[in-house]
């Protein structure tokens, strides 16, 4: 197998890591993940991740709390998932950084684009918490950023659903499944798979994604090596 893209952002769900137990981290969905990771940085590929939190905290919990203080919250959820992608990647000998949009230098360096593409020159894994730093902005539209300032090939999706339907395939059994759509139609749709900022600023910057599940096997190495999975949405 060869890659088809050198450099890859890969965003993966929080709730993607907790797997069936629906909370908190699951060790063997994240071995998974970084056995194929291993196999992919292995490749010469330069990897990015950014994780959501929502595995511990999601900031629509915080129903009578001020916004603000619940999307802080939900950014250090992302930094104890960051922690642990981190740690399971270093056992497997795969050197890696976590950076923070927030600052909490005891534990992570600050987000720094410079710094970042030094990371890849030198073969390093670099994992980007803490969203945007912002309130108010998903974890969709900080892959999609980060994914943005780094110029990688492709942003990675990955999803404990195998692509984007027309609608929720839990709720509907007819639900149609889309192997390609474009972002115009994602956004004038109101299609959920992603929020509109995200997608629009993807489709702004060229940055196509594939949307897939993590659940699919060796579903990462696939899609890195340019196997149709999933679906992709682009300008197209």
């Not at 999706?157 to 192997?179: C, H, R, T, V, W």
Request: glycine letters at 8%; charged letters at 20%.
């Amino acid at each position: 197998m060869s890659p088809r893209y050198k450099r890859v952002l890969i965003k993966l769900s929080g709730e993607a890591l907790a797997g069936k137990q629906g909370h908190g981290l699951d060790e063997d969905v994240i071995s998974r993940v970084v056995s194929q990771i291993k196999v992919v940085h292995d490749m010469g590929v330069d990897v990015a991740l950014v994780i959501g939190g929502g595995n511990f905290w999601r900031g629509r919990q915080g129903k009578n709390m001020d916004r603000t203080t619940a999307d802080h919250m939900g950014m250090l959820a992302t930094v104890m998932n960051s922690l642990a992608m981190m740690d399971a990647l270093e056992q497997r000998g795969i050197p890696t950084r976590v950076q923070t949009a927030l600052i909490m230098t005891s534990v992570a360096e600050p987000y720094i684009l410079r710094k970042a593409l030094s990371h890849f020159e030198k073969k390093r894994v670099v994992i980007m918490a803490c969203g945007t730093g912002n309130p108010y902005c998903s974890t969709d539209t900080a892959a999609a950023q980060r994914a943005c300032e780094i110029q990688a090939d492709i942003l990675m999706m990955a999803k404990n659903i195998d692509g984007i339907y027309d609608s929720d395939p839990k709720l509907n059994p007819s639900a149609k499944k889309y192997n390609h759509i474009n972002y115009l139609d994602i956004i004038k749709n109101g299609i959920k798979a992603m929020d509109t900022t995200a997608a629009t600023m993807c489709m702004e910057n060229n940055i196509p994604v594939i949307a897939f599940g993590l659940d699919e096997n060796d579903s990462i190495i696939r899609v890195v090596c340019g196997e149709k999975l999933g679906t992709v949405i682009d300008n197209n």
